[in-house]
T-cell receptor, first 113, second 113 residues
Framework: RKEVEQDPGPFNVPEGATVAFNCTYSNSASQSFFWYRQDCRKEPKLLMSVYSSGNEDGRFTAQLNRASQYISLLIRDSKLSDSATYLC??????????????FGKGTHLIIQP | DTAVSQTPKYLVTQMGNDKSIKCEQNLGHDTMYWYKQDSKKFLKIMFSYNNKELIINETVPNRFSPKSPDKAHLNLHINSLELGDSAVYFC????????????FGPGTRLTVT
């Protein structure tokens, strides 16, 4: 069974702090990795793809460790607007991704003023 | 213009009824999906369609049937609704291929009484 595990939180973090989440996946054949963000009562939206070499987008850094089968997301200088649920998404590469797309249950982040 | 739209946004109905949720995307994508997000916020893929063909049908009850009149539309029909069907249903679209971002609609909150 393909699984993606995340700590559900909530993570309560003061504004300006750095926060990191991890996610583990069970299928070693997984090919593509993503972080999505979901605000309360809204649809998920892509935050960033995760590349093997690691990648950065402004205050956000994503890393992939294939050997240990985990993905991380680091948020620096956190803003109040970063409060949301962060979904780890893994695709096992079985074609267009429909079958292989597995979502974690999400990590709830609360940035406190 | 809205990229992925769903109607209705809210749907309240009684057990045993049959209902439909409509989805349209104007992104020119060739693959569309239906997801269910339950009360525990777990997002799980139900169906995907690529070029009007069902690619993967997850183990959902056959009371659920996707219908795609063209590649810009993927509607979800639900027969004999049950209490456990209450959830938020998201439509999404993407280009075929595991590395492509999925764009989600705003969701349809279904409540079965």
């Amino acid at each position: 069974r393909k699984e993606v595990e995340q700590d559900p939180g909530p993570f309560n973090v003061p504004e300006g702090a750095t926060v990191a989440f991890n996610c583990t996946y069970s299928n070693s054949a997984s090919q593509s990795f993503f972080w999505y963000r979901q605000d309360c009562r809204k649809e998920p939206k892509l935050l960033m793809s995760v590349y093997s070499s690691g990648n950065e987008d402004g205050r956000f850094t994503a890393q992939l460790n294939r050997a240990s089968q985990y993905i991380s997301l680091l948020i620096r200088d956190s803003k109040l607007s970063d409060s949301a649920t962060y979904l780890c998404v893994v695709n096992d590469g079985s074609g267009g991704g429909a079958d292989g797309l597995t979502f974690g249950k999400g990590t709830h982040l609360i940035i406190q003023p | 213009d809205t990229a992925v739209s769903q109607t209705p946004k809210y749907l309240v109905t009684q057990m045993g009824n049959d209902k439909s949720i409509k989805c349209e995307q104007n992104l020119g994508h060739d693959t569309m999906y239906w997801y269910k997000q339950d009360s525990k916020k777990f997002l799980k893929i139900m169906f995907s369609y690529n070029n009007k063909e069902l690619i993967i049908n997850e183990t959902v009850p056959n009371r659920f049937s996707p219908k795609s009149p063209d590649k810009a539309h993927l509607n979800l029909h639900i027969n004999s609704l049950e209490l456990g069907d209450s959830a938020v249903y998201f439509c999404a679209s993407s280009q075929w291929g595991e590395a492509y971002e999925q764009y989600f609609g705003p969701g349809t909150r279904l409540t079965v009484t």
